[in-house]
């Protein structure tokens, strides 16, 4: 069972920035793909950004040239920074793996962008 840390989240204000973090762990096979969903209340859960083991990454468009995703310095871990935010960022972000086909993923950490 994938166990994950995730950190980072909070409350920040239009135009902010936050950096998340995860680290996974109990991964047997190695991690083909690690990232971030999110979910907004009333919606579904959307794609932020992924990063696949051969370095190439994903962006969700909503995303694109705000969020930057990256291997942490640690294995199995992965950085968000999000920089530029809105109200519509607000969401509860998770963090994501795929291994040997299986998916898991966080418990969530919420980001709430204020006006």
């Known amino acids: 069972q994938v166990q994950f840390v995730e950190s980072g989240g909070g409350l920040v204000q239009t135009g902010g920035s936050l950096r998340l973090s995860c680290a996974a762990s109990g991964i047997i096979f190695g991690i083909d793909v690690m990232g971030w969903y999110r979910q907004a209340p ?3 859960r959307e794609l932020v950004a992924i990063i696949r083991n051969s370095g190439g990454t994903d962006y969700g468009n909503s995303v ?3 969020f930057t995703i990256s291997r942490g310095n640690a294995k199995n871990t992965v950085d968000l920074q999000m920089n530029s935010l809105t109200p519509e960022d607000t969401a509860v972000y ?7 086909g299986l998916q898991a993923w966080g418990q969530g950490t919420q980001v709430t962008v204020s006006s």
């Open 42 to 44: 009333g919606k579904l």
């Open 64 to 66: 694109l040239g705000r």
């Open 94 to 100: 998770y963090c994501y793996t795929m291994s040997a």
